[in-house]
């Protein structure tokens, strides 16, 4: 293939520019407010900032109400990773076989991944409503067992349903790619040998699917913690007593509705850090185990 090269460097500027300019605006221009803001002290009203040094992440770290926020985020990202790539690869691999109706399937699985956050909110405040939903017999049967509007326990496995929900249709694409992507005639020497259904899966199939688990792995724990707000905004608030108030919420409630803008933006940072963290432990050692084909 031949290269294509740009006589004149203005050419190739005015072609990246747009991409650059929406980078800047969106991404570099917001991180670098947030920064600043992080290490001052915004007034609510207005006023100017006052240069506080660490004072803000002190502040930040040294309150246990933010812990909790952060243990709640913590247990919300690995139970939905978790729930959320399991039931996609099940799905996934009862799919990839070519039964009556497939296609159907296959179709109807990946249409929830067009809905939008805050509608998948609304949809399991219904399903989980204690008085009226589809769980409410639970309550006629046992009055008082159910009450996510209570229970902090349980408002956070309702959440953690709701954001799974949300992200089974996303990793069911990809796992169902990666199957296809299967050389059949692997599968079917499985099956002449002997193997059973759940033996090639175990020895044939899953083990050429570690790129795109890793692959996932990275992008659901990546979402859990900072795509999350829709529905947490819409099915709980962050209650009830902040059972549900996670990273990405707080940083809202405190800055939009406390007008700690300050205190917001060190929270914005203390997130950003923890994600690169943990795509980097990923990176560093989960990858390791991965063996691209």
Do not use: C
């Not at 939903?133 to 209570?150: C, E, Y």
């Amino acid at each position: 293939m031949r290269r294509a090269y740009f006589k004149n460097n203005w050419i190739a500027a005015l072609v990246v520019a747009p991409q650059l300019l929406i980078i800047f605006v969106f991404f570099y221009w917001p991180a670098s407010q947030a920064v600043y803001w992080a290490f001052t002290l915004e007034q609510p009203w207005g006023g100017g900032n006052t240069w506080v040094g660490l004072d803000n992440f002190r502040q930040a770290l040294g309150d246990p109400v933010y812990w909790q926020s952060v243990t709640a985020s913590i247990i919300f990202a690995l139970s939905s990773t978790v729930l959320a790539m399991g039931m996609a690869l099940i799905l996934a691999l009862f799919a990839d076989r070519q039964l009556k109706g497939y296609k159907i399937f296959r179709i109807g699985l990946i249409w929830p991944y067009a809905i939008a956050a805050p509608a998948v909110g609304l949809a399991f405040r219904f399903v989980f409503n204690p008085n009226a939903g589809l769980l409410s017999f639970v309550n006629k049967a046992m009055p008082g067992l159910w009450d996510p509007t209570l229970n902090g326990n349980q408002a956070l496995i309702m959440v953690i349903v709701a954001g799974s929900w949300k992200l089974i249709s996303y990793n069911f694409i990809f796992f169902l790619a990666a199957l296809q992507s299967i050389p059949r005639s692997l599968v079917e020497a499985g099956a002449m040998d002997g193997a059973g259904v759940l033996r090639r899966m175990r020895d044939i199939q899953l083990p050429l699917l570690a790129p795109t688990f890793f692959f996932i792995l990275v992008i659901n724990i990546t979402d859990s913690f900072t795509d999350s707000f829709g529905i947490i905004d819409t099915l709980t608030g962050g209650g009830p007593a902040r059972a549900t108030d996670l990273m990405v919420y707080k940083i809202y409630s405190d800055g939009f509705r406390g007008f700690d803008y300050s205190g917001a933006a060190t929270q914005s940072i203390i997130l950003m850090v923890l994600v690169i963290a943990l795509t980097f432990v990923q990176f560093r050692y989960i990858e390791r185990r991965v063996h691209y084909t």
